[in-house]
C-alpha cells in the first residue's frame, strides 16, 4: 500500500525561533595572501598598511586581528593606492582611470571600510576630445601633499592636475600643463622632444609648497606651486623610473631604465639647471634592466640607504626578482621566487628627528609578503603573523581539527619554533589599530597537505591565520632534490650577492609527492599523511630528534585479481637503513599501496592502533602497533581499466568513454519510454497524487515536492572501485546484544562494506593480531556514491572520537538503544538500523533540489540564547555551492544557503567543515575564505582605529553610514547577512507555500525524532540490497524465503 505524507499547516513558532538562535550564514573573513596583488601603501601615522588586487579589492591590515575588506564596484585592477596619513583615508586608482576615496568609519563601537566618492579626469580644456587620445589625461602617478588637502595627479599627456581632497573636486585653474614647464628647459635639451609623461612627483621634505616633477625623458623640475615658478631644473639623459629625496631636501636621487641611478645635489647657491653629482650602475657594466623604484634613508649611526628593485643585469639575471639594500660598503641583493610589486620602509616620519632610521623594509611581491629587519645586523626576515603564502606550494587538501588540547598545541609550537632559527626577534612594523574581538574559546588547527609532500599547520583560532609548523615528507624518499640543491649552490656566484628570501616555492622534484589525505589524534599525537604515489605515512609526535629506521609494508590491493595492469606512475622508493629526523612529527611506518594510485580516504583509530586507507583500486587495513597488515580487499569492477591509467597518466580511451556515453544516453531514452506507459501502475499512482492535489487545494494540505527521476548509474562506469570514505566505529553489527569494533567503507558505485574487527584488549596487543571479518555489504539501488559513512548512537548522536569517553571529555554514548548508520551518497541521505540494516529515514537531495553532494559533515551547532543547548545536524554542500543542513538523524532540512558560486569547482573541492559549525574553502590558489554557520560561533574581525581628522566639517563627514554587506570575492558569492541568513530555506527564490513545507514541526518537543518521517514510497522505489555475512545459516535461509514470498508484493526494502 502507498503511503502519502501530508505536511501540516503552519510554522512552528518556537522552532523557528530556535532554528534562528542555532543557524545564522557569514562569510567572516578570508585568511592568506590576497591573490594577485597590484599596490601596496603604508600609513606612517596610523601604522596601517594596504594591498589593493587585480580583481578590485582592497585590503588593509594592521595589528594582528585588525583588517579591513572593501571592493570596487568594478573589477578592476587597483594600480595605486594612497593614505592619507592619520585619516582613516585611502585614494584607490583603477585601471580604468577612476579616483575612488574610501573611508573606515565608526559604527556601533568598530570600525568599517566603506567606498564614498569616485572621481574621473575629464579631457584638457580646449581639446578637442573627440580627436585627442585619451590617454592624455590618464593618470600615471599621485602625489597626497602632507597637509592632506590636496592631491597632485601626473598624467601620460605631461600634465598635472590638482583634486581639493577629501571631496575629490578638480581645481582646473591649478592645472599645470608641459608648454607652462617648457619655458624653463634650455633650448639645447629641448631637441623638438616630448618630454613624456609624468613619472614621478615628490613633495619637498621641508618646503611643501615646492614639488619635484620627473618626466619620462629624463627631466625633473623643481616647481614652486604658489608663485607657479620653475626653481630648479634636473637635466636627466636616461629614461626615468623613479626619484627619492634625501630627508634633509638637500640631495635628490633618480633611477633610470639603464638600470642606474643619479645623485643629484641641491644646495642654496646651486644654478637653475643642474647635472648629476654621480651616476652608477651597480650591477653593471654590461646592460641591465631598469631599477623600477628607489629610496634614499639617512641613518644616524652613519652610512645611509640606498634601497631599490630591479636593475638586474639582462643577460645573466634578467629573470630574477630582487631588491637590492646597499649602506656603505655592504650591498645584499634580496632574491624573490616572484615579480616585484612594490615596496615601502618603516622609518621615523616625525618632523623633529634629523634621521629617517629605518627600522624595517616591506616588499610585496607577487605570491609573499616579506619584512626584512633594517636594524638587527644581516637584515634577518620578520616572521609575518598573517599574510602568509598558503600556496607556497600548491594546496592538494586540508584537514580540520576543533578543540586541540594546550599540551599538543605547545608541542607543536616548539617544533616549529625550532624551524626557523634565523628570523629576526624584532617586532612586526604593522602595529595600527586594536582588536576588539574576544579571545578564541578553543584552539583551532589548520593542515593544509601540499604539492611538494609538505604539510603546514596553522592557527585558525582567530581572525589572523598564523604558520605554526611545517613537515616535510619528501626526504624519506629518493627524489632529486638533493642533486637540485648542489647544483642550486655551486652555480651561484659571489656577485651578485644573492640571498634567498620568502618561502613561496612553487615547484615540486616530483609529483608523486603530493599530499591527498591527512588525519590527526589530537590526543595521541598520531597522524597519518597519505600521498598521490599510495603512499601511506603513519607518524608520531617526538618532542625530541631521532634517527630510526622507518618500517616499510607492501600491501597489494588487488588481491591477485588477473586482467588488470597498472599503466600509471611508480611508486616512491623509500630511502635505505637509518634516517634522522629533526623535532616534530616522525614517521614511524610506511605503508605502500601496489598499485601506486594516489590515496582516496584515510582513517585512523588510535586506541585500536588501527589506520585504514583507501585508492582507486580497493582498501587496505594496517595495525601500527604490531607493524603488520590485517587486510586488503579489492573493489575493482571487471570492466574498470580506467582505474588502471593513474591519475598522472596520459594514457585515456576516448573512444570506451565516449561508447558509455552513448550507451547510457540510449539507457535513459528507453527507461523513459517505459516510464510514460498510461497502464503502469506508477504512472496511475502520479496521476492521482495530481487529482489529490488539485481537489484539496494548496491551503488544506500539501503533498511532498514533485521528485525528479534520477537514472541509476550503469555498473560498468569508469572508476567505479574508488573508495570514498572510510570509518571505525564500535557498534552493533553482528547482532542487537554484542558490540564491537567495525570498519566500514563506500565507494564509488554505492557499495558499502562493514567488517566486523576482533581487537585485543590493550594488555595484549603484543601478543594477539587484529582480524577483520566481513559482515555487511550493502549496494545502493542507482549506484551513486558514497561521500560518507557515520554511526549513531541509541540516541542518534555521533559516537565520540577515540579516548574522548576515557578522558571524561565527552558523554558515553548510547549501547542500549539500537545503533543507527547514516550513509550520505551523492544523491541522498539514509539511515539504517542495526544491526539489521532496515531503512529508518531517508532524504533524497538530488530528486527534490537537483543537485548532487560533494562534502557532508556532522556538526555541532551551540544555541546563541541557551548556553548548554546544541543540535548535531549534517552540513552538505552540493556541486551547485549551495550549503543544506539537516537534523540527524531525522534528516530534515532546517536551512539553505549560496555559498560558493557553481561555476568555482575548485573551490567547493576545497571546502572542510569544523565540528562547531564553520568552514573555510579556497577562493584562490592562496586564500581561504571562512563562513560560519552558526549563529553562536563567529570568527571575524572586529576592530577600532583611533583616527585624527581635520576635515570632517564637509559634507563627507555628516554622511550617513550603514554598513553594506560584504561584496563578491574574487572567487566567491554574495554573503548573506542579517535577517536574509535566518531565512529558511533559501527564502529569495521561495514561495510562502514552500518555505512552509520546508520544515514539518515534529510532535515531539526533539529536532531528532524521525517518528513521522516515514519512508517516501510517492515516488520512484528505491530498493537496497543487502548481503549479511554474520548472520546463523537459520536465519540466512528465512531472509531467503522472506525474499521470495516478496516477489509477488509491491517492492520495497529488498534483504537478501
Not at 559516537?799 to 551523492?826: T, W
Not at 512552509?996 to 515534529?1002: E, G, H, L, R
Request: glycine share 8%; with cysteine.
Amino acid at each position: 500500500m502507498m503511503k502519502f505524507r501530508f505536511r501540516r499547516q503552519g510554522h512552528d513558532p518556537q522552532r523557528e525561533k530556535l532554528k534562528q538562535d542555532l543557524f545564522a550564514f557569514h562569510k567572516t573573513v578570508e585568511h592568506g595572501f590576497p591573490n594577485q596583488p597590484s599596490s601596496l601603501a603604508f600609513d606612517p601615522k596610523l601604522r596601517i598598511m594596504a594591498i589593493g588586487t587585480k580583481s578590485g579589492a582592497v585590503k588593509i591590515y594592521g595589528a594582528p586581528g585588525v583588517e579591513f575588506t572593501g571592493l570596487h564596484r568594478e573589477s578592476a585592477t587597483v594600480t595605486q593606492i594612497h593614505f592619507l596619513p592619520g585619516q582613516g583615508r585611502l585614494l584607490s586608482l583603477l585601471d580604468d582611470n577612476t579616483l575612488h576615496l574610501w573611508e573606515i568609519y565608526q559604527k556601533d563601537g568598530y570600525s568599517h571600510l566603506e567606498e564614498t566618492r569616485s572621481f574621473l579626469l575629464p579631457g584638457r580644456p580646449g581639446f578637442d576630445s573627440a580627436n585627442s587620445p585619451p590617454s592624455i589625461t590618464r593618470i600615471t602617478v599621485i602625489l597626497l601633499m602632507s597637509t592632506c588637502d590636496l592631491a597632485c595627479l601626473g598624467t601620460e599627456g605631461g600634465g598635472v592636475y590638482f583634486l581639493e581632497l577629501p571631496g575629490l573636486t578638480l581645481l582646473e585653474d591649478k592645472a599645470l600643463y608641459q608648454d607652462e614647464i617648457l619655458q624653463s628647459v634650455p633650448e639645447d635639451y629641448k631637441c623638438g622632444k616630448a618630454l613624456g609623461p609624468v613619472e614621478s612627483l615628490q613633495e619637498h621634505p621641508q618646503d611643501p609648497a615646492k614639488i619635484l616633477i620627473g618626466f619620462s625623458r629624463g627631466l625633473m623640475v623643481l616647481w614652486d606651486k604658489s608663485t607657479r615658478e620653475v626653481g630648479h631644473v634636473f637635466l636627466g639623459n636616461q629614461q626615468l623610473e623613479s626619484v627619492s629625496w634625501e630627508r634633509s631636501g638637500r640631495t635628490v636621487v633618480s633611477s633610470h631604465s639603464d638600470g642606474g641611478y643619479a645623485v643629484w645635489s641641491l644646495a642654496e647657491g646651486s644654478p637653475k639647471s643642474i647635472q648629476p653629482v654621480t651616476s652608477t650602475i651597480p650591477y653593471g657594466p654590461f646592460p641591465c634592466k631598469a631599477i623600477n623604484k628607489i629610496v634614499w634613508q639617512t641613518c644616524d649611526s652613519g652610512g645611509h640607504f640606498i634601497i631599490f628593485s630591479g636593475g638586474m643585469p639582462r643577460a645573466s639575471y634578467g629573470d630574477r626578482h630582487c631588491v637590492t639594500i646597499l649602506q656603505g660598503q655592504t650591498l645584499v641583493t634580496l632574491d624573490f621566487t616572484s615579480r616585484v610589486i612594490d615596496f615601502f620602509t618603516v622609518y621615523d616620519t616625525e618632523v623633529e628627528e634629523e634621521f629617517d632610521n629605518p627600522a624595517a623594509l616591506v616588499a610585496l611581491v607577487e605570491e609573499e609578503l616579506v619584512v626584512i629587519d633594517l636594524q638587527t645586523p644581516g637584515w634577518p626576515t620578520i616572521p609575518a603573523p598573517y599574510l602568509a603564502p598558503l600556496h607556497s606550494s600548491a594546496i592538494t587538501c586540508a584537514y580540520h581539527i576543533s578543540n586541540v588540547p594546550l599540551k599538543l598545541w605547545e608541542r607543536i609550537i616548539t617544533a616549529g619554533g625550532q624551524q626557523s632559527p634565523r628570523a629576526s626577534s624584532g617586532n612586526w612594523p604593522v602595529i595600527g589599530g586594536r582588536n576588539l574581538a574576544q579571545a578564541p574559546t578553543q584552539r583551532g588547527l589548520l593542515l593544509t597537505g601540499h604539492e611538494d609532500g609538505t604539510v603546514r599547520f596553522w592557527d585558525a583560532s582567530g581572525v589572523s591565520l598564523k604558520p605554526l609548523y611545517k613537515l616535510s615528507t619528501a626526504h624519506i624518499f629518493q627524489t632529486d632534490c638533493e642533486h637540485n640543491d648542489s647544483l642550486n649552490q655551486s652555480g651561484d656566484e659571489d656577485w651578485p650577492p644573492f640571498r634567498k628570501v620568502g618561502c613561496f616555492d612553487p615547484y615540486s622534484d616530483d609529483p608523486r609527492l603530493g599530499i591527498q589525505k591527512i588525519v590527526l589524534c589530537k590526543y595521541t599525537a598520531k597522524m597519518v599523511v597519505a600521498g598521490t604515489a599510495g603512499q601511506v605515512l603513519v607518524m608520531e609526535l617526538n618532542d625530541e630528534k631521532s634517527e630510526h629506521t622507518i618500517n616499510v609494508a607492501v600491501m597489494d590491493l588487488l588481491q591477485d585479481r588477473e586482467g588488470f595492469t597498472w599503466k600509471g606512475h611508480d611508486r616512491l622508493t623509500p630511502k635505505n637503513g637509518s634516517l634522522s629526523f629533526a623535532q616534530g612529527f616522525q614517521p614511524t611506518a610506511l605503508v605502500q599501496c601496489m598499485p601506486p594510485a594516489a590515496v582516496t580516504a584515510v582513517t585512523l583509530h588510535s586506541e585500536w592502533n588501527l589506520v585504514a586507507f583507501g585508492t582507486s583500486h580497493g582498501f587496505g587495513l594496517y595495525d601500527y602497533y604490531r607493524r603488520n597488515p590485517v587486510l586488503g580487499r579489492c573493489t575493482l569492477h571487471p570492466n574498470d581499466s580506467l582505474a588502471m591509467e593513474g591519475p598522472l597518466s596520459r594514457v585515456k580511451s576516448l573512444k570506451k568513454s565516449l561508447r558509455q556515453s552513448f550507451r547510457r544516453i540510449r539507457k535513459s531514452r528507453v527507461s523513459g519510454k517505459k516510464r510514460v506507459n498510461a497502464s503502469s501502475p506508477s504512472s496511475k499512482v502520479q496521476e492521482a497524487n495530481a487529482q489529490l492535489a488539485e481537489q484539496a487545494g494548496p491551503h488544506e494540505v500539501e503533498m511532498t515536492p514533485v521528485q525528479r527521476r534520477i537514472e541509476p548509474r550503469s555498473a560498468d562506469d569508469s572508476l567505479s572501485g574508488v573508495v570514498r570514505c572510510l570509518c571505525f566505529a564500535d557498534t552493533f553489527l553482528r547482532d542487537a546484544a554484542h558490540h564491537g569494533p567495525t570498519m566500514w567503507a563506500g565507494t564509488n558505485s554505492g557499495s558499502v562494506f562493514a567488517y566486523a574487527l576482533e581487537v585485543p584488549s590493550q594488555e595484549k596487543f603484543s601478543e594477539r593480531s587484529v582480524e577483520a571479518v566481513l559482515g555487511k555489504e550493502i549496494q545502493l539501488m542507482h549506484r551513486a556514491p558514497v561521500v560518507s559513512i557515520a554511526i549513531l548512537d541509541g540516541r542518534g548522536n555521533p559516537l565520540p572520537e577515540p579516548y574522548e569517553v576515557s578522558r571524561d571529555l565527552a558523554k558515553a554514548p548510547e549501547m542500549q538503544g539500537s545503533h543507527s548508520v547514516l550513509i550520505a551518497s551523492e544523491e541522498q541521505f539514509k539511515v539504517f538500523s542495526l544491526p539489521k540494516v532496515s531503512a529508518k529515514t531517508k532524504f533524497k537531495l538530488t530528486a527534490h533540489e537537483g543537485c548532487r553532494v560533494r562534502k557532508v559533515a556532522l556538526v555541532s551547532f551551540a544555541s546563541a540564547a541557551c548556553e548548554d543547548y546544541s543540535e548535531n545536524c549534517l552540513a552538505c554542500l552540493t556541486n551547485l555551492g549551495d550549503i543544506h543542513v539537516f537534523t540527524v538523524p531525522g534528516l530534515r532540512p532546517q536551512v539553505h544557503y549560496d555559498c560558493i558560486r557553481k561555476e568555482d569547482i575548485s573551490g567547493i573541492a576545497s571546502c572542510v567543515f569544523t565540528k562547531h559549525g564553520q568552514g573555510f574553502y579556497l577562493i584562490s590558489p592562496s586564500e581561504f575564505e571562512r563562513f560560519s554557520l552558526s549563529t553562536r560561533n563567529i570568527t571575524e574581525p572586529l576592530c577600532l582605529l583611533d583616527l585624527n581628522r581635520a576635515h570632517d566639517t564637509n559634507c563627507l563627514g555628516n554622511c550617513n553610514f550603514s554598513a553594506t554587506p560584504k561584496l563578491n570575492q574574487a572567487n566567491g558569492t554574495h554573503a548573506l547577512h542579517g535577517s536574509e541568513a535566518n531565512h529558511s530555506p533559501a527564502s529569495s527564490d521561495r514561495t510562502p507555500d514552500e518555505l512552509q513545507a520546508s520544515f514539518s514541526p515534529t510532535p515531539v518537543d526533539s529536532p531528532n525524532n524521525s517518528i513521522d518521517t516515514p519512508l517516501d514510497t510517492t515516488g520512484e522505489i528505491t530498493a537496497e540490497e543487502v548481503k549479511d555475512y554474520l548472520v546463523p545459516s537459520e536465519e540466512a535461509e528465512r531472509n531467503l524465503r522472506n525474499v521470495s514470498e516478496d516477489e509477488g508484493r509491491s517492492p520495497g526494502i529488498l534483504i537478501k
